[in-house]
């Protein structure tokens, strides 16, 4: 009852197409959970109905109590607190990395610009990003312009975070320093909800991995019990496929 | 290359049985002198007029393509009057316009509205152009990707400030070479000016041709506009070029 965010029977489809079918899902605070699922299972699906991006078809959202899919609550209000990261960036290429941090906080929270670029300059500094603050995201390599959407999601102080795939578009050796930060913002308590196919990282950080499998939640439990010993047929099969030589 | 292809052009302008008649009559250099302070004179006439019109076409145009992409149902008559607004517009011969404005406008002989046929003749420019400017910012405004507006929205911008602050800026940055290909023929449309009888330099050049018989003034005209829109042309290409450049830079 005392959860961040629960969703319960949540169902959502494209036309006759169901995406999502009766999906339900706790987060406390300082959760870290990991959905996981083949290509197509619905995982960012999943994160948009959260930030109320797509419009449900069944099932109740619940932020801090209060029920945020009833069409009459502002989404706007529940999306600024939320901070959400895409696997493409979508930084805003016609502003600098400074201004697409400050963007957010001084026309959606009000803060000044002296304070928002402080707080900005402070993140980007934390991230190794102090350098790359008034250039264009263009110069950027795809590893410091991803760090550069996860510091401009930060900047509002989000109480939830929601990570959609964020090293899928990097080269290899990229995607370290992008799951550094991520690691950092866990152990340093913050709630998250991350899309991910890097299963070593899941394991990692996770306190709850979810399977997904054509838009449901088939298996939830701590990484050590759903990668070491999976109940579903299935979830065994996408391990194996995704892990391989992991002594199934 | 060029050079001998103009070359060959004027020799064979110059060598044709007429030329000696059209040099008295286009190209004579006592009639150009003549006109040239008049001329000159005129021709601040069409360049006010086209400044004029260009900024209250970009503001018009920018009303209009913002009512068109608007979604809110309380804006849809808005909405519909935009797309009425700019089908009607574009299928009317700008010349028209022109002539329907400055003309009709005196004839009602309104209370307090100026009968002036150099501010009918403006605002039919700007009532011609601003719909073409409209749908070349609309164009802009729709080729950003959604992913920008899913990522402004995610960050809690209202629709009003996703397209103030993120869609507009990139929209109207792509859109720049066509907006100054358009400017480039706002400018030498302002010589329509002259069929409502506006003295500006297209009306003068007639006038003078009428008294002397000569059409060396109408060539100096053309002279003056290619001076006019040479640079802005060349300002569009350059933009164009640079563009593509960042383009490519940013596709590595
Ligand atoms: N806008 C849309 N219109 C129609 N169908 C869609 C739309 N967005 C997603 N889908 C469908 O919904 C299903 C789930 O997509 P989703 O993007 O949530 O999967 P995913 O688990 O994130 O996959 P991936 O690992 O490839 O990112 C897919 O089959 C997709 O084709
Ligand atoms: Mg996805």
New binding site residues.
Partial sequence: MSALLSVAGLRKS??D?V?LDDVSLSIEKHDVICLI??????????LRCLNLLEDIDDGVITFEGREISDPRVDARAVRSRLGMVF?AYNLFPHLSVLDNCTLAPRKVHGVRRADAEARARELLEKFGLADHAGKHPDRLSGGQQQRAALVRALCTSPTLLLL??IT?ALDPELVGEVLEIVRAEAEAGMTMVI?T?EMAFARDVATSVCF?DR?RILEQGPPSEIFSAPREERTREFLRRVLPGSGE | MTVVVIGGLVLGLVSSPGWPTMQQTFFDPHHAKEVFPDLLDAIWLNIKMFLIAEVCILVVAMLLAMARVSRSPWLTPLRLLAVLYTDIVRGIPTILLVVLLAFGVPSLQLQGVTNSPFVWATVALVISYSAYVAEVFRSGIESVHPSQWASAQALGLSRGQTLRHVVVPQGVRRVVPPLLNDFVSLQKDTALASSAGVFEAVFVARDYTNYNFNYTPYVVVACFFIVMTVPLARLCDWLTARMRRRELAGAL
């Avoid at chain 1, 083949?38 to 960012?44: D, F, I, M, V």
Wanted: proline residues 0%.
């Fill in positions: 494209y036309g197409r995406v699922g083949a290509s197509g299972s619905g995982k960012s699906t999943l696997q959609d795939e899928a899309a196919h997904l838009g």
